[in-house]
């Protein structure tokens, strides 16, 4: 009798605020700043007969939390992002590409960064109130929508600098900035920068030695159990600005470092890792204390490739193996642990049967950031306005562990923008092919606008056949270009500073 009474109110729970022959699970998406695929002990990179396979950067950080939630669920292994922060928020919750929405560059929060030659018409100002956007549509639905953390939607002085314009009910941290000042609560998280660098909404932690990290994660738990005692479903968007920099050490967990041979700046980079990691777990026993784990559906990513210090072996192992990082055209600068899981299984339940979703499972089909939008709308029985364009496609096949023929494998990177790791730039995927276009090729070593790379047998990018296949190269240079046109792309300019600088085909073969 009390298992079928505990049944009874976890079925109540997930169809609370909702009409009979709709499910409103709650939603929690975990999203870390600079968290690559390789920074974690989870591992997402397979072998060739589809097994995980570990590499040294496994052994070095330690995620059990992460470990313990794709045990739940399941985990990609080519999920992708932009390869920088703010263009994959805007994509996250708005379900289209950065090409499309045009923020394709991270925000300055005080003077327009779009680079020498950059597009002038580029979006600096970011997500506007009146955008179709995740929380908006979430909260027109009941759910009680929650922001905790990083915000970078928006310039400072600007709307979308305040998530409270953007759908949110509540924001705790989330302001114009990048980065957090400080991690130190004894330092009011601003350090030695001026005030407006502090994370704000965390004065009652001023003075303290609150990390961060765990004061985020006590907000959150705040914010989801005023919500759940007020019979509301919940969005969660949890946005941490770990594992971001200022690489600060995190003292619960600098001890497990101190004897790993890494430089001072890698050590405190995987205390920020593991911290993160613990924040993951102490939510997920929290949801559990709620009991309401079964109908709480889990995301976890990173909002661009890593950026870990690791000294010498920075430029070319922060993601090894695969090549690049935070900012690059490869694949270790877009390429993000993705993990999506109910927070505690229980089929039986309908929002559950709802969405399946394979336990313990890896997928390798292709999908990115933007194809959140239209998974989670489709999950609660939402749909966007017929003027809002919306580049993903839901993942509800792909989450059973099953492939899903009917999507395209393909992935379109536009940074028309400069300086970074890599300058004014387009790669294109699709399928096994990858190609990268630049628009200044002089920058380029090869001395050529193009790179090709076939990743189904050269996975780290190390042979360019741009010369050798230039069939496979022309195909994937029409994709780009198709792509870019139809999502309406901002180029590069001259050096006269307004004549665009469009991609070109190479000759036909």
């Known amino acids: 009798m009390a298992f079928r009474a505990l049944l009874s109110l976890l079925l109540l729970a997930c169809l609370a605020a909702a009409p009979a022959a709709e499910f409103r699970p709650n939603i929690v998406i975990f999203l870390v700043d600079d968290m690559g695929v390789m920074d974690t002990s989870l591992p997402f990179l397979t072998d060739a007969a589809g097994r995980p396979q570990r590499y040294p950067l496994n052994d070095f950080y330690r995620t059990p939390h992460m470990e313990r939630l794709a045990e ?40 327009n960064n779009r680079g020498p030659q950059g597009p002038p018409d580029w979006n600096w100002q970011g997500l506007a109130p009146d955008a179709v956007a995740l929380p908006g549509l979430l909260q027109q639905a009941g759910y009680r929508t929650l922001h905790v953390g990083k915000g970078h939607l928006g310039p400072r002085g600007s709307p979308g600098a305040d998530p409270l314009h953007l759908g949110f009910a509540v924001n705790t941290g989330g302001g114009p900035m990048g980065q957090p000042g400080s991690y130190y609560g004894a330092q009011n998280y601003a350090g030695t920068r001026a005030a407006t660098h502090a994370v704000p909404g965390l004065e009652k932690y001023h003075g303290s030695e609150v990390f ?4 985020l994660t006590r907000e959150a738990k705040a914010h989801v159990s005023a919500a759940v005692q007020e019979g509301k479903p919940f969005f969660l968007h949890f946005a941490h600005y770990a594992v971001h920099a200022p690489f600060q050490s995190d003292p619960r967990f600098a001890e497990a470092y101190r004897n790993s041979g890494k430089p001072a700046a890698a050590q405190a980079f995987a205390t920020l890792v593991e911290g993160m990691d613990q924040s993951l777990g102490d939510l997920l026993d929290h949801l559990d204390a709620l009991g309401v784990a079964q ?17 010498h072996e920075h430029a070319v192992a922060c993601a090894a193996p695969l090549r690049g990082r935070k900012g690059s055209h490869y694949e270790g600068g877009m390429r993000v642990p993705f993990i999506a899981a109910w927070a505690r299984p229980g089929p039986e339940l309908p929002c559950q049967q709802r969405l399946p979703i394979a336990a313990g499972a890896i997928q390798s089909q292709q999908a990115a950031v933007y194809d959140l939008f239209p998974t989670l709308l489709k999950l609660v029985g939402l749909s966007s306005p017929p003027s809002h364009v919306v580049d993903g496609a839901p993942l509800d096949r792909l989450l059973t562990g099953q492939s899903d023929p009917s999507r395209r494998e393909t992935f379109l990177m536009h940074y028309p923008h400069a300086p970074h790791r890599s300058n004014y730039f387009t790669s294109y995927r699709d399928g096994g092919w990858k190609v990268i276009y630049h628009y200044l090729p002089s920058a380029v070593s090869e001395g050529s606008p193009y790179q090709l790379y076939h990743l189904a047998e050269d996975p780290f990018e190390q042979q360019n056949l741009a010369a050798s296949h230039p069939a496979e190269l022309r195909r994937l240079m029409q994709g780009l270009i198709d792509g870019l046109q139809q999502q309406h792309a901002v180029y590069p300019v001259a050096s006269d500073g307004h004549t665009p600088l469009r991609p070109q085909l190479p000759p036909e073969p």
């Open 72 to 111: 739940r669920g399941i985990r990609f292994n080519q999920f992708c992002a932009m390869s920088v922060c703010s263009p994959t928020r805007l994509s996250l919750l708005t379900g289209q590409n950065a090409a499309r929405h045009r923020t394709t560059n991270w925000i300055n929060p005080d003077e």
């Open 212 to 215: 961060l990290t765990e004061a």
């Open 295 to 311: 109908q709480t559906l889990v995301l976890f990513l990173g909002d661009n490739g890593s950026d870990a210090p690791l000294g």
